[in-house]
């Protein structure tokens, strides 16, 4: 696990976003997992920027969400699927249908996260998987006591979760829907390279344990370190905990040029 800690997210953006950009020129046809929320969203603005100078294309690409709300209408505003459309499919040349995303109005909620499952491995599985990181430390929607296993699946919100992403939802909490369906840890673990990206210091605690505590499901990103290829971007802010911050900063200094991210 590589930890990069940059002056602040426009940084750390434009770090991912450029890597992101140099796979893509490498494979075209690469298969990217997007995570939603307000951390990812500097790395879309950029790769939108990156698209429009002519220096990116996804449009032989093919992108997997990593969750969906439960029982929201098609085209509710805060339907995952709604914002990727806008802030990745509208603003690059991903083709629409290109984007999957976990069916949370299916009928049949286990047979549609079989299905998930069925085409996430059809396409080869995830080249690259950005993450956030909620402030109790999980990934995706697997809320703490997740299996470290677990494969695409219903999940229920706790409550410090509905009360995050109230924001989203015009601040009331009452209309957060209580379940979602996520990629499993173990679904997330089989993306080829894992980049987590966290800024400011509302998120420092939860990147600490993360990073530097015990591998456990109750802090279901520590899972990235078991895995052979996760790079975890972060700001001052959000290392501000991390007790091998300089060890970190130094070797990204000293990181030989033809590694890359």
Known sequence: MEIVIVPDPDAGARLVADAIAELARRRPELVLGLATGSSPEPVYDRLAALHRQGELSLARASAFALDEYVGLPAGHPASYRQVLLQQVVDRLDLPPEALAVPDGGAADIPAACADYEERIAGCGGVDLQLLGIGTDG????????????????????????????????DGQVDRVPRHVL????????????????????????????????????????????????????????????LSLADYYRAAWADKPSWQGL
């Not at 697997?142 to 695409?152: M, V």
């Not at 229920?156 to 109230?166: G, H, I």
């Not at 840890?185 to 939860?206: D, F, N, P, Q």
């Open 138 to 169: 999980h990934i995706g929607f697997n809320e703490p006591g997740s299996s470290l296993g677990s494969r695409t699946r219903l999940k229920t919100l706790t409550d410090a979760t509905r009360a995050d992403n109230a924001r989203f939802f």
């Open 182 to 241: 996520t990629q499993g840890i173990g679904t997330i673990s089989g993306a080829r390279h894992l980049v987590l990206l966290a800024w400011g210091e509302g998120k420092a605690e939860a990147v600490a344990r993360g990073v530097e505590g015990p591998v456990t499901a109750m802090v279901p990103a520590s899972m990235l370190q078991l895995h052979p290829h996760a790079t975890v971007v972060v700001d001052e802010a959000a290392a501000a905990r």
